[in-house]
């Protein structure tokens, strides 16, 4: 029997079903349901046997961890039953539900409820409960749909034969995506719960919290909703609320549910597998999107909840910040510091230490004298600023003395205790106690616009960053304390921190201009950013940039978020990525994690790991708290400097593309960083990977995420990937596979999928610089040889640019050898100054011969083969627009028709590839020396600009020859074959070639296969031989780091040179052997 026991428990754990405990659970506890099916009927601690049973239901102990031992039975006394038959609305139909007994939970039952159904699109469904005979708070989101018919809708609504079960179907397919029990269902005044099925178990999404994984654990956990000043803690709920979800069904398609309530709430999943809703106030609001892929699902969402801000372009540079500069000397040598290692860096934030004591809207004239000044230097140099303010304001300043308090005084702007009338007073980070300004009320929004407005005058800000809006409240509810009622201590009070609605924040009983602080204390921060997005634009006259710590349902659709007070610990990095995850589900795609870590001192390892993986955070910025260490890229010396340097010139060179993201995410709705699953829904091994993410469909980003580490377990779903530092292509036998690839101290892996065009730019210090600098297109191949994406671009920082059409937008599709531009919008007349310098095509299964821009070939000086796969094009530089806009012919696509006046890069038109160049006969290159750059991969390099006379010259002297008739409309190809040497860590040069000539002195004659690179001392080893400073630098990692960055300082960054001034065209095309 002990055996038996231990397999059953075991198969549970493992398989959350429960079939093998049923027969012994049968004989302990007669009539009791599946363990995977109970439902918690004393969902608040302190359950007993004794207790349970007078509830009318079952108690049964269990082995299997979190299950309820107190639980509904089969026969619940409880729940709702129809009333009638449905009848027809205007957007679908309406039930009424009538209670089945008297007995109740936690009292206060309503009854009858009514149950409407609106069929607001093909692809959105809401269905509500609420109490027909009384006003109930509703979130004030305004979700409008034009409604559809039952036929146009690809969903079906429909009660069980015995009105036992209400449920909702996908029409094609049948599947079951929502099926709740009426006899599960409570309506009471402080209690609300209902339960549905979930079609299967990989379920996403509710938060905010710390989720160990991405794809839930559905073992019975409970995770709590109520905004709270917490730092992440697992299981706790923290800053926002957001109680939506995703689920993938067994077929692959995709559905999304949310619950439109801002009440303290919590959400149980259990294995059976079903959810548990709980919330103690409003109504019962859903919603269900049909998808059915993840990114229709998150585009359907925020068609409803508002579409993502369009982010400006600076916004998407590196960012700096730290809690503790305490003083303008120290901040000026960071800045200092960065720029000594040229780190890219656009962003300065202050945080509350720039304040005069604390105190919004001043700031220190002694520890900060010349702030005003400073700043407006940084946007000399092309950077931006961002300060911060908190949502409390100090009632104790001299009379007379600080103008936000009176002003707010006079206005009446601040939430009220009980009586509707007395401020409600607590106590935060300014000196003395503090009151709290009520932006639900219009009255609030004018004292915020104004007091903005004005300071502005005296700190020119690019932005600001609204911080400890939940609110929080350093006190357990406001003075004198919380009065003992059934407001302030309900009956049931949800899983969340302390299992208090008071703690850190305001007693529930205080009032709103939109109700009860028991309403709407989840809604703070939400209702801040609005009116903060709206004066950054009347103040800067451009693009908000607004960084809020509390979110809500729609908060994306005015400001980003960052995951807030983080640990430096290896846990948090790793969590991280759940958590830019799950953001971009809920529609706030420009999110990130302090980087390196705001609580606690970081080391040297975990800070570099964390740069790496953090410069791939949509919003990218390094924080950390006073009392800590400094932890900027430039504070650790030179080695780290320049791996953060060159992983951060990877972020800039790319963000044409991720800017291109947020682009599709504004106008489209989707998201910007996606999981694996989201793109390969139909491979199951995608659905718990949450250690690896992509910039949207087309770029892997594979972080280390382990101390020690010296690769990373990559896996590659059913695609062609490129290696983006070499080009190559992974192997066949990689796909559907976990691939250890090496990732040492100086690289963080990144895979190119096939099938994609990516948009690329120079890098730069600051993007004000590299917005000037020549673009580039990396084109990845797929299977079939074809690949397509687009680019916009418009000036990075205007209002509304894409609603009033003041934009670029290019569509490129590359198939048969040929790539082709169609220019869908050109609206933007400052991208006709710009141009491309470097066009990379991965992927090639046979070499080209030729290449042709609009019908012109381009000479055989201006191309570069590397056996590796590829090929560069060039266009010598200094081609006039003239020139360039007689050679682009009819192969522009755009709407209109006509071509544009000047024709620089955006006007790429249509580019060919020939295997076998027309009338020309092309000898085998025969390189007089070879730089083997990866296995497999030989740079070669036509050599530029010989005359025709040289030409016979350097055949003459017996280089390779080459027979061509020369001619405008066809490619000139050099007569002799150069490699172009990049050596480690050096920018590229180009050497001469005499005939039949040997490698240069000091240069290695084509190794058959480039050497493995260093992956360093194993964990065990480098945490042996660890000695740490008191800044925290670890000193063998340190030396490590110098050894590698000596072997391949740039290898880690395959970044366009900022010298070069020609157009390049690379084409590859082996695989990695």
Not at 20 to 41: F, T
Not at 70 to 76: A, D, K, R
Not at 398 to 407: S, V
């Amino acid at each position: 029997m002990a055996r038996m026991r231990s397999l059953c428990f075991l198969a549970v754990v493992l398989a959350a079903l429960g079939g093998c405990l049923g027969s012994e659970q049968d004989a302990q506890c007669p009539g009791a349901i599946a363990v995977q099916k109970r439902i918690d009927c004393h969902p608040q601690p302190g359950a007993s046997q004794a207790a349970c049973e007078a509830r009318g239901c079952t108690w049964c102990s269990s082995d299997v961890p979190n299950a309820p031992w107190c639980f509904f039975p089969e026969n619940s006394p409880y729940g709702y039953a129809r009333s009638g038959n449905a009848e027809q609305t205007d957007k679908g139909w309406r039930v009424t539900l009538n209670k089945r007994q008297a007995l109740s939970l936690f009292g206060s039952d309503i009854s009858p409820i009514v149950l409407e159904v609106e069929f607001q699109t093909k692809d959105r469904l809401r269905f509500r409960l609420y109490d027909p005979n009384a006003q109930r708070f509703e979130v004030p989101l305004k979700i409008n749909g034009p409604g559809v018919t039952a036929e146009e809708a690809n969903y079906e609504v429909e009660f069980s034969d015995d009105s036992t079960h209400f449920t909702i179907k996908r029409k094609s397919t049948g599947t079951v995506l929502w099926s709740s029990p009426l006899v599960d269902l409570f309506f009471s005044n402080q209690f609300l719960q209902i339960t549905t099925t979930v079609p299967s178990t990989s379920v996403y999404g509710f938060g905010e919290h710390e989720h160990p994984t991405f794809k839930h654990n559905m073992d019975f956990v409970t995770y709590g909703m109520y905004s709270r000043d917490q730092a992440p803690t697992s299981f706790a709920n923290l800053y926002g609320v957001h109680p939506f979800y995703m689920c993938v069904e067994p077929d692959s398609n995709a559905h999304g549910v949310l619950l439109l309530n801002s009440n303290a709430q919590d959400v149980t999943l259990s294995p059976n597998p079903s959810l548990t809703f709980r919330t103690i106030g409003g109504i019962l609001d859903f919603y269900l999107f049909m998808g059915p892929t993840p990114e229709n699902v998150v585009q359907q969402y925020t068609e409803a909840i508002g579409r993502p801000h369009m982010p400006a372009y600076w916004s998407l540079g590196f960012q700096l910040s730290r809690w503790g500069y305490n003083s303008l000397d120290v901040l000026k040598e960071t800045v200092n510091r960065m720029k000594h290692y040229d780190i890219p860096y656009d962003v300065q934030h202050y945080d509350i230490d720039y304040m005069e004591r604390r105190l919004d809207f001043t700031y220190d004239k002694v520890n900060f004298a010349g702030l005003p000044e400073f700043m407006k230097e940084m946007k000399k140099n092309g950077k931006h600023n961002v300060v911060i303010l908190d949502p409390f304001i100090t009632k104790d300043e001299e009379p007379g003395t600080y103008r936000p308090y009176e002003l707010g005084q006079e206005m009446g702007v601040w939430v009220n205790n009980s009586d509707g009338v007395t401020p409600a007073v607590g106590q935060a980070w300014p000196p003395g106690d503090s009151v709290f300004p009520d932006y639900t009320n219009p009255r609030t929004v004018e004292w915020w616009t104004q007091l903005c407005l004005e300071f502005k005058d005296v700190l020119d800000y690019d932005g600001i960053w609204i911080d400890m809006n939940e609110p929080s409240n350093f006190m357990r509810g406001q003075m004198p304390g919380c009065a003992d009622t059934e407001i302030n201590n309900p009956p049931y009070v949800p899983s969340i921190s302390d299992r208090s609605l008071a703690e850190k924040t305001l007693c529930p009983d205080s009032k709103t201009y939109l109700g009860d602080h028991y309403n709407t204390h989840s809604l703070f921060g939400w209702s801040q950013t609005e009116p903060t997005f709206n004066v950054v634009q009347q103040a800067t006259g451009k693009r908000a940039f607004v960084l809020s710590r509390s979110t809500f349902v729609g908060s994306g659709k005015y400001g980003a978020h960052w995951l807030g007070d983080n640990f430096s610990q290896w846990k948090d990095l790793r969590r991280s990525v759940i958590g830019i995850l799950e953001f971009n589900l809920f529609g706030i795609p420009y999110i990130g994690a302090d980087i390196c870590g705001f609580n606690y001192n970081t080391t040297y390892e975990l800070c570099l790991r964390w740069m790496q993986l953090g410069s791939f955070y949509p919003f990218s910025r390094n924080h950390n708290s006073e009392g800590n260490i400094e932890q900027d890229p430039a504070v650790f010396g030179d080695a780290f400097a320049k791996i953060s340097r060159a992983t951060l010139r990877i972020r800039y060179s790319l963000l044409p593309y991720l800017y291109t993201l947020f682009y599709e995410s504004h106008v489209h709705g989707g998201t910007v960083v996606r999981s694996l699953m989201h793109e390969f829904t139909s491979d199951q091994e995608t659905h718990g990977i949450d250690t690896a993410f992509l910039w949207g469909s087309a770029f892997m980003i594979a972080p280390v995420l382990e101390e020690g580490a010296r690769s990373v377990a990559v896996y590659f779903p059913e695609a062609q990937w490129f290696d983006y530092y070499t080009g190559l292509k992974v192997p066949n036998s990689w796909k559907k596979s976990y691939v250890t690839v090496s990732a040492p101290l100086n690289k963080i892996p990144l895979y190119i999928r096939g099938g994609y065009i990516l948009p690329q730019q120079a890098p730069a210090t600051t993007t004000t610089e590299s917005r000037l600098n020549p673009f580039g297109l990396i084109i990845a191949l797929d299977e079939q040889g074809q690949a397509s994406g687009s680019l916009f671009w418009d000036d990075g920082d205007s209002i509304d640019t894409i609603e009033k059409e003041n934009y670029f937008l290019a569509k490129y599709t590359f198939s048969k050898g040929s790539l082709k531009t169609e220019i869908v919008k050109n609206g933007y007349r400052g991208a006709d100054t710009l141009k491309y310098n470097k066009i990379t095509v991965l992927g090639l299964k046979l070499r080209p011969q030729a290449v042709s821009l609009n019908g012109r070939s381009i000479r055989g000086d201006a191309l570069t083969y590397e056996m590796s796969g590829g090929l560069f094009a060039t266009h010598v530089a200094n081609r006039s627009a003239t020139k360039m806009k007689n050679s682009t012919g009819s192969r522009v696509y755009m709407r209109d028709g006509k071509l544009p006046k000047s024709l620089l890069w955006p006007w790429l038109g249509s580019l060919s590839l020939f295997s076998v160049p027309p009338a020309l006969e092309m000898p085998r290159p025969r390189p007089c020396w070879a730089q083997v750059g990866a296995p497999g991969a030989l740079r070669v390099q036509c050599r530029a600009g010989l005359s025709s006379s040289k030409k016979r010259k350097s055949q003459s002297a017996g280089n390779v020859s080459a027979r061509a008739k020369a001619s405008r409309s066809r490619a000139e190809l050099c007569p002799a074959v150069c490699l172009s040497v990049r050596a480690a860590g050096s920018a590229a040069q180009q050497r001469q070639c005499g005939a039949g000539s040997a490698a240069p002195e000091g240069e290695p004659r084509a190794p058959a296969a480039r050497p493995r690179p260093r992956t360093g001392p194993t964990g065990a080893e480098l945490l042996s031989s660890t000695t740490r400073t008191e800044t925290g630098h670890n000193t063998s990692v340190t030396k490590e780091i110098h050894e590698a960055t000596r072997m391949s300082t740039e290898a880690t960054s395959r970044v366009m040179e900022e010298d070069v001034a020609v157009w390049a065209l690379l084409l590859l095309g082996s695989e990695i052997r």
